[in-house]
């Protein structure tokens, strides 16, 4: 711990295990859940697409439409309550 002037600076070490327990693969409704959990979320497509491999916008224009689709069937409920 380290003090400078009235504010307390303090550094945790954290260990990390060499060996990660084993995950079983996602299955394609998972990866594609995922990604368009990542899009509703509003994370930007080209960040996306560095996380999940995609190379090219056309592979992931499918995702992105499916989130439209969601934000337009989201904003006619929203409508429907005014």
């Known amino acids: 711990m380290r003090f400078r002037g009235i504010i307390v600076l303090s550094c945790l070490l954290f260990t990390i295990p060499l060996s990660l ?30 996380w999940t491999g995609h190379s090219d916008y ?6 992105i439409d499916i989130v439209d689709d969601i934000k337009a069937t989201s904003m006619t409920k929203f409508n429907g309550l005014i």
Do not use: D, H
């Open 21 to 50: 327990p084993a995950q079983r693969p996602m299955t394609l409704e998972e990866a594609i859940g995922t990604v368009v959990n990542a899009l509703s979320l509003g994370i930007p497509p080209n960040i996306v697409m560095k």
């Open 58 to 63: 056309s592979s992931m224009k499918p995702y």
